[in-house]
């Protein structure tokens, strides 16, 4: 038997920001990696009331993680929000499909800054 091993593009990478407080989402966000943006972003929730995401080099999203994010900011009812920084077009595209309000704490930030 052969093992083939995965390709380094279908890695999902997690990176923490220091200044300001933040994540770097890189590669494809499925339900296999919910857990893993769950752990690091937990500490950071609880820090503040906004949490910035780089996602200029994310890939893909699925709707889970979506809903994961919007639970995190209803879980906490003190004006947390999660600002989703440099949205690949093809994650803003779902995003507007979805809309926006239905994603309350969700907000689109800054574009380039990467």
């Known amino acids: 038997m052969e093992v083939i091993p995965e390709s380094d593009e279908r890695i999902f990478r997690i990176t923490r920001i220091?200044?300001?407080p933040s994540l770097r989402l890189e590669g494809e966000l499925d339900a296999t990696r919910h857990s893993d943006v769950t752990e690091a972003l937990s500490p950071?929730?609880?820090q503040g009331s906004e949490?910035?995401?780089d996602l200029a080099q994310l890939r893909f999203i699925d709707l889970g993680a979506l809903s994961l994010l919007t639970g995190f900011v209803e879980r906490r009812d003190s004006g947390v929000r999660i600002v989703l920084d440099n949205l690949p077009p093809d994650v803003e595209h779902l995003i507007e499909t979805v809309g926006w309000e239905?994603?309350?704490g969700l907000v689109q930030g800054r574009k380039g800054m990467s």
């Open 18 to 20: 220091v200044d300001p």
């Open 44 to 46: 950071l929730v609880a």
């Open 51 to 53: 949490v910035r995401l």
């Open 102 to 104: 239905r994603l309350p």
